[in-house]
Each structure stands twice: as structure tokens, then as C-alpha cells.
């Protein structure tokens, strides 16, 4: 048996998934098994994988149902005893395997280990940002209030986690956004968290990412929220408003980054994070926000993006990181 199943859910995604799929085989760890989840693709595949020789890949086809039952039929399929989720467009640091199942071995309590996120763009180019954080141990209140996870690439799981808390919630299949952070507050509510403090994936932003459909995100941050918190005590009911406001400025930003570019509605979604939690006024997020709509208003969206190409030009000359 392997000891990490790899689960890769793929919908017409073979623009990206020849270099995601060699980030995995290129890991220093090699006992593995990759599970990719044909999700009702129509651009080949199944083709594609035939020609595969690593034994360790395996296809599995089903009708298009979403991001959350193709993990699920991932997680079905699985045989390891760790469990890492990888999008069909991120890319993986060769070492990140090793590293994970090294922390999970040594710390049985455990229930997941994550790690730090670099971004890059639709042309493998990194932006300079770097996703951070050091919550570890029993995180739920943190996480219920921000997804310091950040994406669903960066986790690896214990698989009796699942057995205890069940599987993806296919109730947010439609969205195809924030069922993974639905999946790691209910891990968290049962079992501590480490990370490992190194960009070791490289998440994509791409401009067809539904992550950027801010009208999917705002129905799906609802239903996440309210579900959290339906089982939560009640003393921690004092973190909605929080959890809400960070929610309301995460959608002001996919309001920025749309393609209509739509400062009008990233107006409305930042005055709704302040109605829900008044002292995210002093956060870092909600002033570069509101740099960033002042400048989308004065110079338009054409003259916006080129500054946003300096910016990350600039960045990455003080972040460097290569691959």
C-alpha cells in the first residue's frame, strides 16, 4: 500500500496538468499512488494519461459534478494512510511530500500539516506574494475568522481524519469555491494543525479561476459561516462578525481582480466588512484595499493592471523565489 495518496480532480484542465502532474513525480518522496479525477473533461484526458508509463498514476472518469465529489471519489479510490490534495493547475516544490509525511509521522496526534503558498500567474511567473502563516496547534477560532490554509493545495491529511469527520460537503459542489475551507474547520474542530514554514506550492491565478467568481464566493462564505458555527459553542459566537468581515473584504478583492474590474462593488463589499466587524478598519488587508480601489477609480482599469505589472515586477525583485 502507498503511503500518501495524491488526489488531482481535473475538469478540462490539460492547459496546466502535464506540469502539475510532474511536480508530483518529481518529489523526493516516492512512495505514492496519484489519483487524477477526470471530472466530464472534453480535451483529451483520457488520452493523455494512456500514454502515462508510471504505474503510480491512475485515471479515474465521472460525469462533471464539481470540485468537492471528484475529491470525494479521489478520497474513495485512495489507498494511503496520508491524503494531499493538488489542483490540476498548482505546482508543488519537489520536496514537499518528504516534508509533510516526516511532520505527520513524528506528531501521531496530528490531524493535518500545511504550508506556505507562493502565487503565480496563468504564465508561471511568480508575483512576489507569499502566503504566510504560523497558526498551529488547535486552530479552529483562527481559522474560522481567515483560511490561513489558503488553498486546497498546500494540505496533507491523516486519512482517519475522514472517518471522523466525513467527507467534502457536496452541498458546495455548485460553487466550486470554499469546500475546502469547510473541510479543513471541521478537521480543525477535532484535531491540531502544524505547518511547515516554506512556499513549498505554487498556487496560480488565473483570470478564468472560479476562485475569482465573487458571485459564487459571497453565497458560498454564507453557507460555509453559518454551518461553522451552527455547532460552535457559544461562546465563540463573538468571531462571526469577524469571520464575516474578513469574508466581505476577501470578496472585495475578487471584485478588484474580475474582469469588469467592478471598484463600485468592491465599494460595497468593503463597507459590508466594516458594518460586520467596525475594527478591521486597522488591518493591513482593509488600507491596501483601499489603496487599491482609490487607484482603480483615478486611473481605470487599462492603467490599473499596468501599475499592478510594475508592482509585482518591483516585488519580485525584493521576494525572489525560484523553481
Same mark, same amino acid.
Given at each position: 500500500?502507498? =503511503?500518501?495518496?495524491? !488526489?488531482?480532480?481535473?475538469?478540462?484542465?490539460?492547459?496546466?496538468?502535464?506540469?502539475?502532474?510532474?511536480?508530483?513525480?518529481?518529489?523526493?518522496?516516492?512512495? %505514492?499512488?496519484?489519483?487524477?479525477? $477526470?471530472?466530464?473533461?472534453?480535451?483529451? !484526458?483520457?488520452?493523455?494519461?494512456?500514454?502515462?508509463?508510471?504505474?503510480?498514476?491512475?485515471?479515474?472518469?465521472?460525469?462533471? =459534478?464539481?470540485?468537492?465529489?471528484?475529491? $470525494?471519489?479521489?478520497?474513495?479510490?485512495?489507498?494511503? &494512510?496520508?491524503?494531499?490534495?493538488?489542483?490540476?493547475?498548482?505546482? #508543488?516544490?519537489?520536496?514537499?511530500?518528504?516534508?509533510?509525511?516526516?511532520?505527520?509521522?513524528?506528531?501521531?496526534?496530528?490531524?493535518?500539516?500545511?504550508?506556505?503558498?507562493?502565487?503565480?500567474?496563468?504564465?508561471?511567473?511568480?508575483?512576489?506574494? *507569499?502566503?504566510?502563516?504560523?497558526?498551529?496547534?488547535?486552530?479552529?477560532?483562527?481559522? *474560522?475568522?481567515? $483560511?490561513?490554509?489558503?488553498?486546497?493545495?498546500?494540505?496533507?491529511?491523516?486519512?482517519?481524519?475522514? &472517518?471522523?469527520?466525513?467527507?467534502?460537503?457536496?452541498?458546495?459542489?455548485?460553487?466550486?469555491?470554499?469546500?475546502?475551507?469547510?473541510?479543513?474547520?471541521?478537521?480543525?474542530?477535532?484535531?491540531? %494543525?502544524?505547518?511547515?514554514?516554506?512556499?513549498?506550492?505554487?498556487?496560480?491565478?488565473?483570470?478564468?479561476?472560479?476562485?475569482?467568481? #465573487?458571485?459564487?464566493?459571497?453565497?458560498? %462564505?454564507?453557507?460555509?459561516?453559518?454551518?461553522?458555527?451552527?455547532?460552535?459553542?457559544?461562546?465563540?459566537?463573538?468571531?462571526?462578525?469577524?469571520?464575516?468581515?474578513?469574508? $466581505?473584504?476577501?470578496?472585495?478583492?475578487?471584485?478588484?481582480?474580475?474582469?469588469?474590474?467592478?471598484?463600485?462593488?468592491?465599494?460595497?463589499?468593503?463597507?459590508?466588512?466594516?458594518?460586520?466587524?467596525?475594527?478591521?478598519?486597522?488591518?493591513?488587508?482593509?488600507?491596501?484595499?483601499?489603496?487599491?480601489? *482609490?487607484?482603480?477609480?483615478?486611473?481605470?482599469?487599462?492603467?490599473?493592471?499596468?501599475?499592478?505589472? !510594475? %508592482?509585482?515586477?518591483?516585488?519580485?525583485?525584493? *521576494?525572489?523565489?525560484?523553481?
Amino acid at each position: 500500500m502507498p =503511503k500518501v495518496s495524491v !488526489i488531482i480532480p481535473a475538469y478540462n484542465a490539460m492547459n496546466y496538468l502535464p506540469k502539475t502532474l510532474e511536480s508530483v513525480l518529481k518529489q523526493t518522496f516516492d512512495d %505514492f499512488e496519484v489519483i487524477l479525477v $477526470n471530472d466530464g473533461s472534453s480535451d483529451g !484526458i483520457e488520452d493523455w494519461t494512456a500514454q502515462i508509463i508510471d504505474r503510480r498514476v491512475k485515471l479515474i472518469s465521472q460525469e462533471n =459534478k464539481g470540485l468537492a465529489v471528484a475529491r $470525494n471519489t479521489g478520497i474513495n479510490h485512495s489507498q494511503g &494512510d496520508y491524503l494531499a490534495f493538488l489542483d490540476a493547475d498548482d505546482i #508543488w516544490e519537489p520536496t514537499k511530500l518528504e516534508k509533510q509525511v516526516i511532520c505527520l509521522a513524528e506528531n501521531s496526534e496530528l490531524g493535518l500539516v500545511y504550508t506556505w503558498t507562493a502565487w503565480i500567474d496563468e504564465n508561471d511567473n511568480f508575483t512576489g506574494r *507569499i502566503l504566510k502563516s504560523y497558526a498551529e496547534g488547535y486552530i479552529w477560532q483562527k481559522l *474560522i475568522t481567515y $483560511n490561513v490554509i489558503g488553498c486546497g493545495s498546500v494540505a496533507m491529511v491523516r486519512r482517519s481524519c475522514f &472517518d471522523t469527520v466525513g467527507i467534502f460537503d457536496s452541498n458546495l459542489t455548485y460553487f466550486n469555491v470554499n469546500e475546502d475551507w469547510d473541510m479543513w474547520l471541521r478537521i480543525a474542530d477535532r484535531y491540531p %494543525f502544524k505547518v511547515i514554514k516554506e512556499p513549498l506550492v505554487y498556487y496560480r491565478q488565473s483570470s478564468s479561476s472560479s476562485s475569482r467568481n #465573487w458571485h459564487l464566493m459571497e453565497q458560498s %462564505f454564507s453557507i460555509v459561516i453559518e454551518k461553522a458555527f451552527s455547532s460552535a459553542p457559544a461562546e465563540l459566537f463573538y468571531l462571526k462578525g469577524q469571520s464575516y468581515g474578513s469574508a $466581505n473584504l476577501c470578496l472585495a478583492w475578487k471584485a478588484l481582480q474580475s474582469r469588469d474590474k467592478d471598484y463600485k462593488k468592491a465599494i460595497y463589499f468593503r463597507a459590508a466588512a466594516l458594518a460586520q466587524y467596525p475594527w478591521v478598519c486597522f488591518s493591513k488587508e482593509y488600507l491596501s484595499l483601499s489603496l487599491a480601489i *482609490i487607484l482603480m477609480r483615478w486611473l481605470g482599469g487599462d492603467l490599473y493592471k499596468k501599475l499592478l505589472r !510594475i %508592482f509585482y515586477f518591483l516585488r519580485r525583485r525584493l *521576494i525572489p523565489i525560484g523553481r
